[in-house]
């Protein structure tokens, strides 16, 4: 399973089709609070986390993540329109991967399937 935080519904719309249609559960969040609060309740596989929300931005999400010894293996990956390419935020915050808006669901796709662990993309775990 996947939790998605994402402010913008139309993105996070999108994301969550797209995640789905690749055959994931996906429970989305639209703010960075919410998203850790459905993180520490479903203890998804991944979570996709956009950097400017309210509340707590992705960032500060995935250091929440990363201080929390129940979550810290969790791999986080970061999407943002506003970081740069080479831009070291998102690694110094522990995600694992960062994904550059804008980008097509097949980026996405291929970056979960890298980083998901084997047991999750055969579906046995979700």
């Known amino acids: 399973m996947i939790v998605v935080a994402e402010d913008h519904d139309d993105i996070r719309y999108v994301l969550k089709r797209s995640l789905e249609r690749a055959g994931h559960r996906v429970v989305v969040a639209a703010d960075g609070a919410a998203a850790l609060e459905a993180?520490?309740?479903?203890?998804?596989?991944?979570?996709?986390?956009?950097?400017?929300?309210?509340?707590?931005?992705?960032?500060d999400l995935c250091r929440a993540i990363r201080a929390d010894d129940d979550l810290r293996h969790i791999p986080v990956v970061v999407a943002s329109g506003s970081l740069m390419p080479g831009d070291k935020q998102a690694s110094d915050a522990g995600a694992s991967a960062t994904l550059?808006?804008?980008?097509?669901?097949?980026?996405?796709?291929?970056?979960?399937a890298a980083l998901l662990p084997q047991t999750a993309k055969d579906g046995v775990s979700g």
Do not use: S
């Not at 993180?39 to 960032?59: A, F, K, N, S, Y």
């Open 100 to 112: 550059l808006k804008p980008f097509v669901p097949a980026q996405l796709l291929a970056l979960v």
């Open 39 to 59: 993180i520490r309740e479903h203890r998804p596989d991944l979570v996709v986390t956009d950097v400017d929300m309210p509340q707590m931005t992705g960032l």
